[in-house]
């Protein structure tokens, strides 16, 4: 089949060097074999216009004034054949992908019903800056995804969003059939945002294509003169909130206060940073409050910046002093600080039990979610007679994915990467003595530890001295107290063949997760939180000897039992996944297709929907 | 022979391997806690005491890094750091 023709819209005015630089790119990168480059002039001033009358395959509308950024496009899409989609693209861009074009085209035509697609964008210096773009009613500032993030290849599949900017949109004809061009009851900013809240009412989605990579200079013609810049934003920014300010907020269909943490390196943060996320993306609205602090067994204050927009808006939104629904995610010591009239208490622990205290505490609530069946057991084992009811965690598969970039160890050793605290329920000594003992120094295989340290007095270089590892034994490589930008941890992921989660128990195992979504083959003990995501199509699990009294400085695990993982399985499934490369790639590649299926936040986000929906 | 026959078997063999490396094991501690210190040292790491121990803390961060590191420019350095296949 014939593709559908596009018109490339370049909207300039002035700064014929950055005109020049995309248009050469832009030759030099597509096939204009179905597309036609219509560049227009919004009344320069300098050289442009006499220089584009020199290049012969384009085609220029010429604007006597500068018609500014909206009338200035619209003037070429009306110039566009009336059968071809439309492509605008600021002269500030710059392409270095053969094909580029031709992706989005075959993104925008992949479904009648998606209607703009948008691309990622990434600066010179190669850091990311879009990935779509999210506004919320609180602050009406579009905000860009994933913006200013080291890019490491996230956000690679085609998505659905709310928004793009419009530095690269290619736009489907039947979307401007029916909406027409940019609204000009905007000059410039957030035309962009409202084209594709329209497109949306008119029945069309707006993706991004991550497939399509483009460098953006961002040397927008008013970002360069900020007086000009405040007044235009803020007028644009004035008639926005008048047209979608009801809109934007009617897309919440339930109100929740989320009290937990997330300001720290812990599970329960990183977790509920992506909890809140997946709430507000399925139309929760979430107020954020600190549970812990003072008179709590965690009396630490949270710093108030979470170095993420959204967050931060969410939590600065106030719940009230008596929410409807509230829920408390943390340990269930904290639960009766839920100040909700329908009280939830959340948690997770990594033993077969839960404490006394926890256990009262959850008695006092009117339900309780936990992310697996293992801890519901441990629950009912317990004595709780309310509600639990099983809410899984789930994993973002923009920044885990196989595609994600890692840095390959040169030599081409087969890499084994063990990721954790340093202490007694992840047994870290087994797995270096065992890894030590299973091979040989000459063999091409190594074993990279990642070792968090948080408790002063252990001297992890002293105890993994004190192991007396065997010099001809398999090497050992650290990390130790590294601590990884989370949206870079797939790229460490991605770097090494295996990963290797030989604990006593786990809550849920959010890294291991992580790394199975990024396609590594996996051994993992048998036992635990984690059994609700891997099984041995998907994984190596790691058979037990039995259950042993959980003996750990955690006060919480007292009286309970956890696995006890068997070394010489370990050093079996060890020396199998390194001679069998093939099939434990394979593996990997199954589990990250069922992360992707079955395990993403937005499942996770949408069990809560189910829940409070259930609730109300 | 039945399949559960033969997997007894197979339980028995096992259980009498476990055994053998356990006395094994025992018998070898009692050997080495009767060497000298430098000797014991010299064996824990292959028998040779001038082979580098197979792991390097030399780039060991004592407290957690604030200043949170790139995965890119690490990975590189920890690659370069390796410990060799065979001593240099």
């Known amino acids: 089949m014939t593709p559908r023709r596009a018109a490339i819209v370049v909207l300039c005015w002035n700064r014929w060097e950055l005109t020049c630089h995309c248009l050469e790119t832009l030759k030099a990168h597509t096939d204009l074999a179905h597309a036609e480059v219509l560049v227009v002039d919004n009344g320069s001033t300098d050289e442009t216009a006499a220089r584009l009358r020199e290049i012969r395959w384009i085609r220029v509308v010429t604007s006597g004034t500068n018609l500014g950024y909206v009338r200035g496009n619209n003037a070429g899409i009306a110039a566009a054949p009336p059968d071809a989609d439309v492509v605008l693209l600021n002269n500030d861009v710059e392409i270095h992908e053969d094909g580029w074009l031709d992706t989005l085209r075959a993104a925008a035509h992949a479904a009648p019903d998606i209607g703009i697609v948008g691309c990622r964008l990434v600066l010179p210096d190669g850091r990311l800056l879009h990935a779509g773009t999210y506004m919320l009613p609180d602050t009406f500032w579009g905000q860009q995804i994933g913006a200013l993030e080291t890019d490491v290849n996230q956000y690679a599949r085609t998505r659905d969003v709310e928004g793009i900017v419009f530095a690269c949109a290619y736009m489907k004809r039947e979307v401007l059939a029916k909406i027409g061009g940019l609204s000009e009851k905007f000059r410039s900013y957030f035309e962009d945002t409202d084209f594709c809240l329209r497109a949306k009412e008119a029945g069309f989605r707006t993706v991004v294509c991550g497939a399509v990579t483009l460098v953006h200079h961002e040397h927008g013609s008013t970002s360069d003169q900020p007086k000009t810049f405040e007044a235009l934003f803020q007028e644009s920014r004035k008639t926005f909130r008048g047209l979608w300010g009801k809109k934007l907020e009617a897309r919440y269909r339930h109100d929740v206060t989320w009290q937990s943490i997330l300001n720290f390196p812990t599970g329960y943060a990183m977790s509920c940073r992506e909890i809140l996320r997946a709430c507000d993306a399925e139309g929760v609205r979430v107020s954020y409050e600190y549970v812990y602090g003072s008179w709590t067994p965690f009396p630490v204050r949270e710093e108030e910046n979470a170095h993420d927009y959204l967050l931060n808006v969410l939590s600065a939104r106030r719940g009230g002093r008596r929410p409807r629904v509230s829920v408390v995610y943390g340990q269930g010591d904290v639960f009766l600080r839920n100040k909700g009239r329908h009280r939830i208490g959340y948690t997770m622990l990594e033993v077969d039990g839960f404490p006394a205290e926890w256990v009262r505490q959850a008695k006092e609530m009117d339900e309780i979610w936990v992310p697996s069946g293992f801890n519901r057991d441990g629950f009912l084992a317990s004595g709780l007679k309310k509600p639990v009811h099983v809410m899984p965690l789930g994993v973002d598969v923009d920044h885990f994915h196989p595609g994600i970039r890692g840095v390959r160890n040169p030599a081409g050793d087969f890499v084994f990467l063990a990721n954790f605290e340093w202490g007694e329920r992840k047994r870290a000594e087994m797995i270096l003595k065992v890894f030590n003992q299973t091979f040989r120094r000459k063999e091409p295989v190594v074993l ?48 090494v063949d295996c990963y290797v989660s030989a604990g006593r128990g786990e809550g849920w195992d959010m890294p291991l997760m992580e790394a199975m979504a990024c396609g590594l083959p996996s051994i993992a003990t048998d036992w635990g939180a984690h059994t609700e995501f891997v099984h041995e199509g998907i994984s190596y699990p790691l058979r037990i000897r039995g259950l042993l009294p959980a003996d750990a400085r955690a006060p919480y695990y007292k009286g309970f039992r956890w696995a006890d993982p068997d070394p010489e399985h370990l050093a079996h499934l060890f020396r199998h996944v390194a001679e069998h490369r093939e099939e434990a790639a394979a593996k990997g590649g199954r589990a990250a297709a069922e992360m992707a299926a079955r395990w993403t936040w937005e499942h996770a986000g949408n069990r809560i929907v189910e829940r409070l929906q259930a609730i109300a | 022979m039945s399949g559960e026959a033969e997997l007894e078997r197979l339980r028995k063999e096992a259980a009498e391997l476990r055994a053998l490396v356990r006395e094994l094991s025992a018998q070898s501690a009692a050997a080495i806690a009767a060497l000298p210190l430098d000797a014991a040292l010299a064996l824990a790491r292959g028998g040779d005491a001038s082979l580098d121990p197979p792991f390097r803390l030399e780039h060991w961060q004592e407290t957690i890094e604030m200043t949170r590191a790139d995965v890119t420019a690490e990975m590189a350095l920890l690659w370069k750091r390796l410990p060799p296949r065979e001593n240099a």
Do not use: M, W
């Open chain 1, 448 to 495: 990279v530890c990642k070792v968090i340290n948080v408790n002063k007095p252990t001297n992890v270089r002293a105890q993994i001295e004190a192991l007396d590892l065997s010099a001809n034994g398999g090497r050992i490589a650290f990390l130790h107290n590294k601590e990884f930008p989370y949206h870079q941890l797939g790229a460490l992921y991605r770097s």
